[in-house]
């Protein structure tokens, strides 16, 4: 039996939580406001409303991988 796209889409999201704490340095707090923090990469929105869908979870998976390799263009 196949996960629903909500089932999905949850998973994604923890694993972006995960990735901005350790982003973060283990630092949940900093993760969380980061986000929530809307970003000009993201044309304004916040990672968090960005990451509503399956495109949107992989381009916040993408930027924190960017980000954490030193690639911000």
């Known amino acids: ?3 629903s796209d909500e089932d999905n889409l949850a998973q994604c999201i923890d694993l972006l939580t995960k990735a901005a704490i350790e ?13 929530g ?5 993201l044309n304004g929105k916040t990672p968090n ?4 869908t399956a495109q949107g979870c992989q381009e916040v998976e993408d930027l924190i991988k960017r980000i954490r390799h030193g ?3």
């Open 1 to 3: 039996m196949l996960k």
């Open 23 to 35: 982003m973060m340095l283990g630092n949940e707090q900093a993760a969380n406001e980061w986000l």
């Open 37 to 41: 923090s809307p970003l000009d990469i």
């Open 49 to 52: 409303s960005r990451a509503q």
């Open 71 to 73: 690639v911000l263009g």
